[in-house]
């Protein structure tokens, strides 16, 4: 196996991070590893349910099916460095995933099919639990660098010249200019 | 050499604000011979610093304190705390602005006149005429380099324009072209020539763009009679027993509260802050406010009537690449009763960034719905709306009745109804921009509501007669000699189109008043 092919999670393993089961304590926080190997994460302040829910929460509130679990997961990581800093976040978003659970019977929101959880939401959408995990999403996600190229924004350009000679003018398909 | 003045030095003109009122208003005086300190609330923040980052740019320059908002605008619902998108920095918008620089219409300078009594709409004529303006129009546009005057060449047209064009054509428009834009087209006045960088909103990297920051301050600066004094915030205007006007209070950088004296104030802190400073510099003498004997301070609060379309197209478009607001269609602007509604509205290209388009396109929308529109980000055009939008009133910034900021002093509220007139012209503009998509093979088009306000107006307004508005035809208060306000908040009505342009050409007109009234000694 060489090391340019590992993913996550085979690196960390490989990298002497313990991944017994999904989570595993470093340092004074929690790593949680998707069973999936899609992403990775380091919690200082939610328990594990609430994290990994937390994430099909963000990919159900803004769905990009061309982005991966990754770049969601890295939004959670934005909300728990916000619930390690003030307790009242972590609890709300534990609340708010708790809530979730109790939307339909017994069954974890998780665990419900695409149509529940959206209903489940939309029950909530005015709440500030979801209120909180939509605006860590828009900085979170569309905000991230990593995030642009997937729909074809270019960021700065300044520090390349602008576009002057790179494309300001490149469509191509008008047939009137 | 730059100046220096001393604190208890009362011969000064003191202009608060740096922006395209205060910035050029200082630099005129400064040409003249006039001393002249303008106390500016934000921080100098220089070209280089300038980031093509939409968020972070956002908290760098913007205008962050707090202001609470009221109506049924939706900027209320969408961005309680944020009714305007303003520069808290040396240059003030000048560097937010997109450039676009063009003259009201004859026509908007008589809304009374021309459009009659509209219910609930509180026109006025303005004292002025566009024949007054237009030799000061002339040198403004010389001075900013606009493009399509004075020789100059337009810009080169980007793919966002070159959609919009295109769509316009096919409609039957027949004035569209990359506009009038304060962006040199060429090197000129010892600024380069736009590179098409995009990221016009959030500070030119280039120094194309003309702003007071890398234009007027300078340039006045390099009389050594100009000193400008960043991060000083004007917390109250003091006057004498005879109600002249004798200095300013302000926070220095350091949070200390200084007096500087001065022979003359011109207030140019933008229409939220103007009648906030006129409002909070209430004394025994003027109970409801320096300059108010009008009860008009704050009322009139004019945003423009705005909106965006947005389009995707089978192919990639790129929109973001290039001069953010190089084009427009013009056919829309005149006043065309049989519209069903009054005073008209230009459509100007725009676009965001993808960052800014997730938290503008449609604020508040979630899910696959909204989504969706956002995979199409690359196929993406838009353009603006900015339409004349009526006086009102009760559209007003006034103080809170109870939440202060940091210097103890109440935080502005901004109250605005969209009139019925309003929402008659956006909903035509939106019909219109899906006309100009449509015909150019738009899959699916959008209409984004209002952005908080970068066009803030009226809240001093210009009027003949005393009772009826703030300041007279040369901005000067009614009440007040020695006080003007320099800024939009002078305009009468607002005009189709965007105010930098008159708000520079007023204030080119206001120095020479000023130099002839202190010569005369009147003030």
Known sequence: MS???????????????AVAGTAAAVGTGTMLVDPKGAWAMSLQALDEHTATTLVVVCRQIYPHDRLGDVYYAKVVEGLDGKAAKDKDVGKLLADGVASLDKSVGDVKWMDLSDGYQLDALKQVESTKFFQTVRGELITGLYNNPDVWRHFGYEGASAEFGGYINRGFNDIGWLKDT | MVAKYDLNDDGVVVIVGSGAGGGTLGNELAQKGIDVVILEAGPRIEMDDFVNDEWQSFVNISWLDKRTTSGNWRVAHDFPNLPAWIVKAVGGSTIHWAGASLRFQ????????????????????WPLTLADLEPYYAKAESKMGVTGTNGIPRLPGNNNFHVLAAGAKRVGYKEFHTGNMAINSQPRDGRGSCQQIGFCFQGCKSGAKWSTLMAEIPKGEATGKLEVRPQSQVLQIQHDDAGKVTGVLYADKDGNQQVQKARLVAVAGNSIESPRLLLNSASSKFPDGMANSSGQVGRNYMRHTTGSVYAYFEKPVNMYRGTTMAGIIRDEAPNDPKRGFVGGYEMETLSLGLPFMAAFLSPGAWGRDFTSALDMYENMAGMWIVGEDMPQQTNRVSLHASEKDKYGLPIPDVHFDDHANDLAMRSHAYKSGTAVYDAVGALRVFETPPYPSTHNLGTNRMAENARDGVVNKHGQTHDIKNLFVSDGSQFTTGAAENPTLTIVTLAIRQADYIADQMGKKEI
């Open chain 1, 3 to 17: 090391r340019k092919g590992m993913n996550r999670r085979q690196f960390l393993q490989t990298s002497g991070v």
């Open chain 2, 106 to 125: 004859e026509h908007e300078f008589k809304t009374k006149t021309t459009y009659g009594d509209i219910a609930g709409a509180n026109l006025l004529d």
